[in-house]
């Protein structure tokens, strides 16, 4: 057996040699052959199979094997120093996706030699830390990439590429930091779900990284609904909110709230951290099971009431009741081989895979909502009565005396007698005045469901194609239940199968609730005819269009595990009369990938519309309905009889007795490791006032916290100064490097736009994503601002666009 630690020490010096001197990073054949690799966009193939089965078998208590580990790492060092030499240098991202790479593995291979509780540790580490970079597939790279520059076969657009590819792991890196506060963890989580799902409807990327990242942004947005379904409040700090449930006596809210931290410090590897609140959560749960899979099960089921409502999951277990009762009868006209998997759906228990694949959706799928808020002109039409002659002529009764020429007299003696008895009339002529008041308001949004309702769809793709339409119509549920009379929100939805089946209206609580049993209850067999379906809703727009004056865009979403045929041009005929209507043709292919219609949506992209395209894997659906969302101890507790015994404040006086002190070494863990992040600030702005510039991510978000507001506008104005394209060129710097700053500021821009928030927030991220990708894009802070100062004209608009995104 080889010395690990040997292996490793030698390992990480060949790491910083590719990140610190490219130059002296050595590859024979590379170097013989880097012409034409270089011409083929070559790009280094790394894996991490042994290691992720390292990491598996710390956790399950099984014997790892360390070599085998060390072996792909080693391989994984060696191609990236081939790319370093047929490159010039190694991409920054897979240069630093080494070094965490080499962290994890010497970490669990130190926790081999340790106890229990260390190496389960060290093997629950996030997954998603060790993936490689995003990148385009192999045999596609080539045609992406596009060789050239100077001194960097790399251009701009393949450096805007790479940048925002990276800027996604960012993101998550950024989420995976966040343990405060849940909101903000959101934030980050489903903005870089909005850039992966992006990137993968309009790149071919590796399938396998862009899965195993959605499945976990996936996982963590759904744990976030279900920790705010529990009752703990995304805006307040976790911990601060623990020792409230610990007052109150709250064992419920207090679980989960130690259950959230405990597994977001396993999963940033913060051992002492996690352990503490493990020993909290061990300390508070007594012998009730909160560990095992089937308490993890029966989470999500409670999780399911909590988040979609008892009314909801009432509706599904009715409609489950009816589909078993009619299974029989649908099964007889089946071909044989469809006769088991069609009685299995609706076999006993099957309802909570439904509600598990619910439950799913919201982490799983970005949709967007039915309402858009845009800036409108609201007209209003008033009527006057005026004496001035128009084209409408009208008698009222006369008012004052100078309505007296124009009034119908019967008899002068009696005309002032008239006048205040109110009998005398007057002519008058109708005018119609236009006010006009611009307000921003919520409009309508047409969405449009189509669904597949073929025979090959049976079966976890059939649950979540249903799961899809159902988080649809309890989204729409909460928000007809708000009385708001100026909107109007409506769905429509349709199955499909070799014909186009009816369509359903849903515009009121009453209706979703219906249609809710409909939809779940029902077995759909038959063939696809995709092309039929898309041609016959665009016929429905203009129905809906006709309803609704106000109907400021329409989005039709196609849920298909088919691949059948469509013409565009037929599709375009259908959409005629359409076009001042902005309309999207969304698709989720459930399964199985349908080329013709990932192109439709990239065509759609490209021309600005807004569609998207989204595909999960058989694998991926058979996790989803089996409720597998979750991992390390189930958010809820299992109901205990002496709780129920005594009131909350005897719980709150037993729970202090025996959790007090552990929540405060869990507050002095939290200081010290506020602490540390300081004095690692304070160390990077040392180091970085070297180079003339002050590195400030850490220090905005905590300002944009404290609400200090005119600090973090001077952090802001230094990073993005109001520049006038007009100002005079001070410095020099080369234009590869203002190319890089113009990548840079384009990548800020499409990041803070998707994270959102308010004005405070907006800058503050901004701070802290210019300070994560600068180094991706070859750029020290100080020739940053050297580039600003050099390229003023050319720089302006960027920083223009930068600073208007955080303003609005």
């Given at each position: 057996?080889?010395?690990?630690?040997?292996?490793?020490?030698?390992?990480?010096?060949?790491?910083?040699?590719?990140?610190?001197?490219?130059?002296?990073?050595?590859?024979?054949?590379?170097?013989?052959?880097?012409?034409?690799?270089?011409?083929?966009?070559?790009?280094?193939?790394?894996?991490?199979?042994?290691?992720?089965?390292?990491?598996?078998?710390?956790?399950?208590?099984?014997?790892?094997?360390?070599?085998?580990?060390?072996?792909?790492?080693?391989?994984?060092?060696?191609?990236?120093?081939?790319?370093?030499?047929?490159?010039?240098?190694?991409?920054?991202?897979?240069?630093?996706?080494?070094?965490?790479?080499?962290?994890?593995?010497?970490?669990?291979?130190?926790?081999?030699?340790?106890?229990?509780?260390?190496?389960?540790?060290?093997?629950?580490?996030?997954?998603?830390?060790?993936?490689?970079?995003?990148?385009?597939?192999?045999?596609?790279?080539?045609?992406?990439?596009?060789?050239?520059?100077?001194?960097?076969?790399?251009?701009?657009?393949?450096?805007?590429?790479?940048?925002?590819?990276?800027?996604?792991?960012?993101?998550?890196?950024?989420?995976?930091?966040?343990?405060?506060?849940?909101?903000?963890?959101?934030?980050?989580?489903?903005?870089?779900?909005?850039?992966?799902?992006?990137?993968?409807?309009?790149?071919?990327?590796?399938?396998?990284?862009?899965?195993?990242?959605?499945?976990?942004?996936?996982?963590?947005?759904?744990?976030?609904?279900?920790?705010?379904?529990?009752?703990?409040?995304?805006?307040?700090?976790?911990?601060?909110?623990?020792?409230?449930?610990?007052?109150?006596?709250?064992?419920?809210?207090?679980?989960?709230?130690?259950?959230?931290?405990?597994?977001?410090?396993?999963?940033?590897?913060?051992?002492?951290?996690?352990?503490?609140?493990?020993?909290?959560?061990?300390?508070?749960?007594?012998?009730?099971?909160?560990?095992?899979?089937?308490?993890?099960?029966?989470?999500?089921?409670?999780?399911?009431?909590?988040?979609?409502?008892?009314?909801?999951?009432?509706?599904?277990?009715?409609?489950?009741?009816?589909?078993?009762?009619?299974?029989?009868?649908?099964?007889?006209?089946?071909?044989?081989?469809?006769?088991?998997?069609?009685?299995?759906?609706?076999?006993?228990?099957?309802?909570?895979?439904?509600?598990?694949?619910?439950?799913?959706?919201?982490?799983?799928?970005?949709?967007?909502?039915?309402?858009?808020?845009?800036?409108?002109?609201?007209?209003?039409?008033?009527?006057?009565?005026?004496?001035?002659?128009?084209?409408?002529?009208?008698?009222?009764?006369?008012?004052?005396?100078?309505?007296?020429?124009?009034?119908?007299?019967?008899?002068?003696?009696?005309?002032?007698?008239?006048?205040?008895?109110?009998?005398?009339?007057?002519?008058?002529?109708?005018?119609?005045?236009?006010?006009?008041?611009?307000?921003?308001?919520?409009?309508?949004?047409?969405?449009?469901?189509?669904?597949?309702?073929?025979?090959?769809?049976?079966?976890?793709?059939?649950?979540?194609?249903?799961?899809?339409?159902?988080?649809?119509?309890?989204?729409?549920?909460?928000?007809?239940?708000?009385?708001?009379?100026?909107?109007?929100?409506?769905?429509?939805?349709?199955?499909?199968?070799?014909?186009?089946?009816?369509?359903?209206?849903?515009?009121?609580?009453?209706?979703?609730?219906?249609?809710?049993g409909e939809v779940v209850g029902t077995l759909r067999t038959g063939g696809t005819?995709?092309?039929?379906?898309?041609?016959?809703?665009?016929?429905?727009?203009?129905?809906?269009?006709?309803?609704?004056?106000?109907?400021?865009?329409?989005?039709?979403?196609?849920?298909?595990?088919?691949?059948?045929?469509?013409?565009?041009?037929e599709l375009e005929q259908a959409r005629s009369g359409l076009d001042d209507l902005?309309?999207?043709?969304?698709v989720i292919a459930l399964g199985q990938e349908n080329a013709l219609l990932r192109?439709?949506?990239?065509?759609?992209?490209?021309?600005?519309?807004?569609?998207?395209?989204?595909?999960?894997?058989?694998?991926?659906?058979?996790?989803?309905?089996?409720?597998?969302?979750?991992?390390?101890?189930?958010?809820?507790?299992?109901?205990?009889?002496?709780?129920?015994?005594?009131?909350?404040?005897?719980?709150?006086?037993?729970?202090?007795?025996?959790?007090?002190?552990?929540?405060?070494?869990?507050?002095?863990?939290?200081?010290?490791?506020?602490?540390?992040?300081?004095?690692?600030?304070?160390?990077?702005?040392?180091?970085?006032?070297?180079?003339?510039?002050?590195?400030?991510?850490?220090?905005?978000?905590?300002?944009?916290?404290?609400?200090?507001?005119?600090?973090?506008?001077?952090?802001?104005?230094?990073?993005?100064?109001?520049?006038?394209?007009?100002?005079?060129?001070?410095?020099?710097?080369?234009?590869?490097?203002?190319?890089?700053?113009?990548?840079?500021?384009?990548?800020?821009?499409?990041?803070?736009?998707?994270?959102?928030?308010?004005?405070?927030?907006?800058?503050?991220?901004?701070?802290?994503?210019?300070?994560?990708?600068?180094?991706?894009?070859?750029?020290?802070?100080?020739?940053?601002?050297?580039?600003?100062?050099?390229?003023?004209?050319?720089?302006?608009?960027?920083?223009?666009?930068?600073?208007?995104?955080?303003?609005?």
């Amino acid at each position: 057996m080889s010395d690990p630690a040997r292996r490793l020490a030698d390992l990480e010096a060949r790491i910083e040699r590719i990140a610190l001197d490219p130059a002296s990073v050595k590859a024979t054949w590379a170097r013989l052959l880097r012409p034409l690799l270089r011409s083929l966009g070559w790009q280094p193939k790394v894996s991490v199979v042994h290691i992720e089965a390292l990491l598996d078998a710390l956790r399950e208590e099984e014997e790892p094997d360390i070599d085998e580990a060390i072996d792909e790492l080693e391989s994984d060092v060696a191609s990236v120093e081939r790319a370093c030499v047929v490159n010039g240098r190694a991409s920054v991202a897979h240069a630093a996706w080494l070094r965490r790479l080499f962290e994890v593995v010497a970490r669990a291979t130190h926790a081999c030699e340790r106890s229990a509780r260390e190496r389960w540790s060290a093997g629950s580490i996030d997954r998603v830390t060790i993936l490689p970079p995003l990148a385009v597939r192999g045999e596609e790279a080539q045609v992406v990439s596009t060789p050239g520059g100077q001194g960097d076969p790399a251009t701009k657009v393949d450096r805007l590429l790479s940048l925002q590819l990276a800027a996604i792991d960012h993101l998550v890196d950024a989420a995976r930091g966040e343990r405060k506060f849940l909101s903000r963890r959101r934030r980050l989580l489903e903005a870089a779900r909005q850039m992966l799902l992006d990137a993968a409807a309009a790149l071919p990327l590796d399938p396998d990284g862009v899965e195993a990242r959605r499945a976990h942004l996936a996982r963590e947005i759904v744990r976030i609904d279900r920790l705010e379904a529990a009752g703990v409040d995304p805006r307040v700090g976790l911990l601060h909110q623990a020792r409230g449930a610990l007052t109150r006596g709250d064992r419920g809210r207090l679980h989960a709230i130690l259950a959230a931290m405990e597994g977001m410090a396993l999963q940033a590897g913060d051992d002492a951290f996690s352990s503490r609140a493990e020993g909290a959560t061990r300390t508070l749960d007594g012998d009730a099971d909160t560990r095992s899979e089937a308490a993890r099960r029966a989470s999500v089921l409670r999780s399911s009431e909590q988040v979609l409502g008892r009314d909801v999951v009432a509706a599904v277990q009715q409609a489950y009741v009816r589909g078993r009762a009619q299974t029989p009868l649908v099964v007889e006209d089946l071909p044989a081989a469809f006769h088991a998997q069609a009685l299995e759906y609706f076999g006993e228990q099957r309802e909570s895979e439904t509600l598990a694949a619910v439950l799913a959706v919201d982490g799983a799928f970005e949709v967007g909502g039915t309402l858009c808020p845009v800036r409108a002109v609201e007209v209003e039409t008033r009527v006057r009565l005026v004496t001035q002659p128009t084209q409408e002529l009208v008698l009222t009764t006369a008012k004052d005396v100078v309505d007296l020429p124009d009034a119908i007299v019967e008899d002068p003696r009696t005309i002032l007698l008239s006048l205040a008895a109110g009998r005398l009339l007057t002519r008058k002529y109708v005018q119609y005045e236009r006010l006009e008041r611009p307000r921003t308001k919520l409009v309508g949004e047409a969405r449009i469901y189509v669904l597949d309702g073929s025979t090959s769809m049976v079966g976890p793709r059939a649950r979540m194609r249903d799961a899809i339409l159902l988080a649809e119509l309890c989204t729409l549920m909460r928000r007809l239940s708000v009385r708001d009379r100026s909107t109007q929100v409506t769905l429509y939805y349709r199955y499909f199968d070799t014909k186009v089946g009816a369509v359903t209206r849903v515009a009121s609580p009453g209706e979703a609730l219906a249609a809710i049993g409909e939809v779940v209850g029902t077995l759909r067999t038959g063939g696809t005819n995709i092309h039929d379906a898309l041609c016959e809703s665009f016929a429905l727009l203009r129905a809906a269009r006709a309803a609704d004056p106000d109907l400021a865009r329409a989005q039709i979403v196609l849920v298909t595990d088919g691949d059948a045929p469509i013409l565009e041009a037929e599709l375009e005929q259908a959409r005629s009369g359409l076009d001042d209507l902005p309309i999207g043709v969304s698709v989720i292919a459930l399964g199985q990938e349908n080329a013709l219609l990932r192109a439709l949506v990239a065509r759609q992209r490209m021309a600005g519309a807004r569609a998207f395209y989204h595909f999960i894997p058989d694998n991926a659906l058979a996790t989803l309905v089996r409720g597998d969302v979750d991992e390390g101890v189930a958010l809820h507790l299992p109901e205990l009889a002496a709780d129920a015994q005594r009131s909350s404040k005897a719980t709150g006086e037993a729970l202090r007795a025996t959790l007090g002190g552990l929540l405060d070494e869990l507050g002095d863990l939290d200081r010290r490791r506020d602490l540390e992040a300081v004095e690692q600030v304070a160390a990077e702005r040392r180091s970085s006032v070297e180079l003339g510039v002050e590195l400030d991510g850490a220090a905005a978000r905590k300002e944009a916290v404290d609400r200090d507001l005119r600090a973090l506008d001077r952090r802001f104005s230094r990073w993005f100064p109001a520049l006038d394209a007009g100002t005079k060129p001070n410095g020099e710097a080369d234009e590869e490097d203002r190319d890089a700053a113009l990548v840079v500021l384009g990548t800020v821009v499409e990041v803070v736009e998707v994270l959102g928030g308010t004005e405070l927030a907006r800058k503050a991220e901004a701070v802290d994503t210019l300070e994560r990708v600068l180094p991706d894009a070859g750029l020290s802070p100080a020739r940053y601002q050297q580039a600003l100062g050099a390229w003023p004209a050319e720089l302006a608009p960027a920083l223009g666009a930068v600073r208007a995104i955080t303003r609005r």
